[in-house]
C-alpha cells in the first residue's frame, strides 16, 4: 500500500543486543495496519500527480512520535520505566518524509519518577534512543538543515531529536548547550503544567514569561535550537514570539475559533507568529482539532484547521506536525493523563463545555506514516498548486529552520 525507501534494509530497533536479557522483551503494537488503513481517495491522474510532489519536494514531520508502544496498553507504564522506546524503522520506511523532528517520550519519560521531565531521564532517553539510531543506517541523526536534503537524495530520513518542554532544565541555562551537544535542534518552552520559565496551558492563570524564560529563549537563539511554544499558556506564548530574535514554531495545535478548547489557540496568537516569520504545524492527536462542522476527529476535521489557518495568516505560514505515534494513542493519553494534562487541557476554555465524541483513533492520521500520505492526498484531491503543497509540506519549515538553528 505504501512504498519502502531505498535506504531501508530490513532495520530494527536493538538488533545489537539480547531480547529478554539486555532489555525487556514487550509484545509491541503493529507498525502498519494496526487499524484499517484509510487513505484519501484520488483519481489515477492524481495518484500520479502525488508521487510527483513526494520525489520532488521534501516533506517534513514538524512534530512526530516515531516509536512503537506495546500491544497491550497495561504494559505502558512498565514499557516507559524501561527507558527504551522502540523505533518503528519498517513503518517509517513506508511514510512519505524525508526529515521528522521526534519528540521522544516526551511527557512519558517516568524512568526515575511519576512526574516525569527529570534532567537525568531525559538524558537516557536521548542517549539510548540515538544509540539506537547511529546502530542502522536508514534514519540518521540531523544537526542541520542540509541534512535534509541529504536524506531526499538517498532515500533515508533525516532525524532530529526535539524536546517539547524546557522543564529539565531546572535553573541552569548551560543545560541548553549540552542539549545541543546531545544533538537537540528544537525545544518548547513549556509544556501542560508551568515551570520556571513561564505557564502551561492547563493553568487557569498565566503569569507569562519568567525572568528566567527570557534568559532561555536569549540562549536557545544564541546556540541554534529552534523554539516550540505549542504548549505555552496564551500569555506565555506571546511573550515568547515577542522575546525571540529568531522566527516561533507552534509545532502541533489547532484553532480555538473552530473549537473551544485549552489545547488550542486563538487566532491573535497565529497572527503575531506569522508576523514574526513563524509557521504554525496542525496536529492531529486525538481529540484536540475536532470543529463544530466535524465533531469526530479525524482527516476532514484536521484539515478544517488547516485551511482556516490558510486564509488567516496565508499559506507560507502553515505546516503539519502530526503528532501521531504507532501504538495506541487513546490508550497512552488514558494511562498517562495526569503526565499530559489530558483532562485539563482538553477542557474548554469559555464554552461548549462538552467533550468532542470519543474515537478509538483519529481515522486517516492514525500514525505518523498514514499521515505523512494523507494531508497531501487531501491537497491533491482538492486542487491545490504544486506551489502551495511544497510549502505546508515542508518549504516553510525548512526556511525557519535555516534562520532557528544558526546561532546568533
Known amino acids: 500500500m505504501f512504498p519502502v525507501k531505498k535506504g531501508y534494509m530490513g532495520q530494527k530497533s536493538f538488533h545489537y543486543l539480547r531480547r529478554g536479557i539486555d532489555y525487556p522483551d514487550f509484545v509491541l503494537a503493529k507498525e502498519i495496519d494496526r487499524v484499517e488503513t484509510f487513505l484519501v481517495p484520488l483519481d489515477q491522474e492524481q495518484e500520479n500527480k502525488l508521487f510527483e510532489l513526494v520525489a520532488k519536494y521534501p516533506v517534513v514531520g514538524l512534530h512526530e512520535h516515531v516509536s512503537v508502544t506495546p500491544e497491550d496498553p497495561s504494559q505502558l507504564p512498565d514499557y516507559e520505566r524501561s527507558g527504551r522506546e522502540h523505533t518503528a524503522?519498517?513503518?517509517?520506511?513506508?511514510?512519505?518524509?524525508?526529515?521528522v523532528f521526534d519528540n521522544f517520550m516526551d511527557g512519558t519519560c517516568i524512568i526515575s519518577?511519576?512526574?516525569?521531565?527529570?534532567?537525568?531521564?531525559?538524558?537516557?532517553?536521548?542517549?539510548?534512543?540515538?544509540?539506537?539510531?547511529?546502530?542502522?543506517?536508514?534514519?540518521?541523526?540531523?544537526?542541520?538543515?542540509?541534512?535534509i536534503f541529504r536524506a531526499k537524495s538517498e532515500g533515508r530520513i533525516a532525524w532530529f531529536l526535539s524536546c517539547e518542554c524546557a522543564t529539565p532544565l531546572e535553573n541552569e541555562l548551560d543545560r541548553i548547550e549540552i542539549l545541543y551537544g546531545f544533538g537537540l535542534r528544537m525545544m518548547g518552552i513549556v509544556y501542560s503544567e508551568s515551570n520556571m520559565?513561564?505557564?502551561?496551558l492547563k493553568e487557569d492563570g498565566d503569569g507569562g514569561l519568567t525572568s528566567f524564560g527570557h534568559k532561555v529563549v536569549d540562549r536557545l537563539n544564541r546556540v541554534g535550537i529552534a523554539i516550540d511554544v505549542s504548549h505555552c499558556g496564551d500569555r506565555t506564548a506571546k511573550e515568547?514570539?515577542?522575546?525571540?530574535?529568531?522566527?516561533?514554531?507552534?509545532?502541533?495545535?489547532g484553532c480555538r475559533a473552530l473549537w473551544d478548547m485549552k489545547r488550542l489557540k486563538d487566532d491573535d496568537l497565529f497572527k503575531l507568529c506569522a508576523e514574526h516569520g513563524g509557521v504554525i504545524g496542525v496536529e492531529a492527536a486525538p481529540h484536540t482539532t475536532v470543529t463544530r462542522n466535524n465533531p469526530v476527529h479525524s482527516v476532514d476535521s484536521v484539515m478544517e484547521h488547516f485551511e482556516y489557518l490558510v486564509d488567516l495568516v496565508g499559506i507560507d505560514h502553515?505546516?503539519?506536525?502530526?503528532?501521531?505515534?504507532?501504538?495506541?494513542?487513546?490508550?497512552?493519553?488514558?494511562?498517562?493523563?495526569?503526565?499530559?494534562?489530558?483532562?485539563?487541557?482538553?477542557?474548554?476554555?469559555?464554552?461548549?463545555a462538552e467533550h468532542p465524541p470519543k474515537v478509538e483513533y483519529v481515522r486517516g492520521l492514525e500514525n505518523p506514516t498514514e499521515a505523512s500520505w494523507n494531508v497531501i492526498r487531501w491537497m491533491?484531491?482538492?486542487?491545490?498548486?504544486?506551489?502551495?503543497?511544497?510549502?505546508?509540506?515542508?518549504?516553510?519549515?525548512?526556511?525557519?529552520?535555516?534562520?532557528?538553528?544558526?546561532?546568533?
Not at 502530526?322 to 482538553?346: K, P, Q, R
Request: proline share 2%; net charge negative; aromatic share 10%.
Open 197 to 200: 520559565c513561564g505557564s502551561g
Open 89 to 99: 524503522f519498517e513503518a517509517l520506511s513506508r511514510s512519505c518524509f524525508d526529515a
Open 380 to 408: 491533491v484531491s482538492k486542487g491545490y498548486s504544486d506551489e502551495k503543497i511544497a510549502k505546508v509540506i515542508g518549504g516553510n519549515v525548512i526556511r525557519v529552520l535555516k534562520d532557528a538553528l544558526i546561532p546568533g
Open 318 to 352: 502553515v505546516a503539519f506536525g502530526i503528532d501521531a505515534l504507532y501504538g495506541d494513542h487513546v490508550a497512552l493519553h488514558d494511562v498517562f493523563s495526569s503526565n499530559m494534562s489530558t483532562e485539563e487541557t482538553h477542557q474548554k476554555s469559555r464554552s461548549e
Open 240 to 253: 515568547v514570539i515577542k522575546a525571540s530574535r529568531k522566527p516561533v514554531f507552534f509545532t502541533h495545535v
Open 113 to 147: 519518577g511519576p512526574g516525569g521531565w527529570k534532567w537525568v531521564d531525559v538524558l537516557h532517553d536521548l542517549g539510548i534512543r540515538s544509540c539506537d539510531i547511529d546502530h542502522q543506517d536508514f534514519l540518521f541523526q540531523a544537526r542541520k538543515v542540509e541534512d
